[in-house]
């Protein structure tokens, strides 16, 4: 009996300690450090600075196109920045691929995923109005014609946070860097996105912060610096 | 007057007016000559009409304005720069004999396409949208990111500035050679500004920012009473360096 009691709090103890040895002392890595090419704005020369960063990206396109977003605007919310603009990366609430149209970049409605968001949208077959604010449902890009090609060019609709465009600094210049650098790093990391549209809270919006026009599709490669300082 | 259209095309009024004077020259001439002794006879000489001074306006647009108070400058809000930037400038521009046509006088409400109507109308050879903010250093000029398109008939109106976008990039010119004569500094870009993108004229979008030294310390604040005459006096010697270059043959 004593003998048969001492090898179960043995087996106990063993057990225990197995269990010591699994358990997790550090954060998993959700996916291996990559190479990622960020242009960096600066307010002070009206320029868009090449930047490259080591950081953990998601295989899935759209995933790795909203983390590489965030550290981009991590840069820009840390002090001492060429750039500042609070928010950091939880200001980018998704990014959605879709194919891109061949529409040119003053085409005043794109196909939007959205439904997706959680907020109102517009059902499949419901004409688009152009002062109705809702954005079409998921279903409705896969039925208006367009057929996705495993290659071809994208269009990136980023949806910003309200309380990022809310904070976001006024002016020309400063607005147009934030549009521009962010075209440009996701052409400069997912080269098939073309097209770049913003959406504010899954809405569109006017301006930025009473500037840049947000109701427009961006090119990207209008977006991307020449050899020296942008422009 | 139906002819007097035919004849002259859009301003029949102007010539009209000349072809009424030199009736009465040619009127007053033949009391004179009724009172004189009989001229030799001859051709009748032909009354000299001088040619009509070249048109030339500026638009000045004053971004903001009403509920609209653009972005804040210390304990002023953009829209009265703007203002005032844009009051300053028209007297200046009265005083070197251009005409100026405001968007906006006083601190009211105006959307975009407001604006765009009234430059449009205009039918300017210069548009300028004034605007200001506390980031950046300098002036920052901006001409339309739409791609340069052949003029038509029709255009759409969110892009109507692209049949313009060549000159507007001429004037950009112009505007920054002249700023940087002035020792102010100065940076070029693209952007979209609906205002500008449904201008057809030569187009630029300007925004006055404090100019910074070593640092990023501001060496001339926005309200400095120097910098924005300095600002000002300069923009004006630019459109005038402008109109020259437009009347050039």
Known sequence: MGVALWNQLEHAHQRLLAGEDSASTKAPEVAPAEQATLLVANDNDNSLITETQSLPLPQDAESRARVILGKLLDLYAASESTHPVSGGAGSVAQVFLLPASSLAAETPVPPFPAGSLGLPCRPPGQPYKPMDEKVPCASEPKSNGHKADANGPQLAVVNLTGSFAASHPSGIEVETLTVQSICATLHANLPRVTEVRFLVDGQRRATLAGHADLTRTYLTTDAIPAAGPHP | ?249
């Open chain 2, 1 to 249: 007057m139906r002819w007097i259209k035919t004849v002259f095309g859009k301003r029949p009024h102007r010539w009209a007016l000349a072809v009424v004077a030199a009736s009465a020259a040619s009127l007053s001439g033949i009391s004179q000559a009724r009172s004189a002794p009989p001229a030799p006879p001859g051709p009748a000489p032909q009354p000299a009409l001088a040619p009509p001074a070249p048109r030339f306006v500026v638009v000045l647009d004053a971004s903001h304005g009403g509920d609209d108070t653009g972005g804040r400058l210390g304990d002023e809000q953009e829209k009265a720069f703007t203002l005032a930037l844009s009051v300053r400038l028209r007297s200046l521009l009265g005083a070197r004999g251009i005409q100026v046509i405001t968007t906006r006088e006083s601190d009211t409400n105006l959307d975009p396409n407001r604006r765009a109507e009234i430059a449009n109308h205009a039918n300017a050879q210069a548009c300028l949208s004034l605007h200001a903010s506390e980031t950046g250093s300098g002036i920052h000029l901006f001409a339309s990111s739409l791609a340069p398109a052949a003029s038509n008939r029709f255009s759409a109106w969110k892009t109507a500035q692209a049949a313009w976008v060549t000159r507007s990039l001429a004037l950009a010119g112009v505007v920054n050679s002249v700023l940087l004569h002035a020792d102010l500094p100065v940076s070029l870009g693209r952007t979209t500004l609906a205002t500008i993108d449904s201008m057809t004229c030569p187009a630029i979008a300007l925004e006055v920012s404090p100019t910074r030294g070593p640092g990023n310390a501001i060496t001339a604040d926005l309200d400095d009473p120097g910098y924005q005459a300095r600002v000002a006096e300069a923009l004006a010697a630019a459109l005038l360096e402008w109109k020259t270059e437009v009347h050039q043959p």
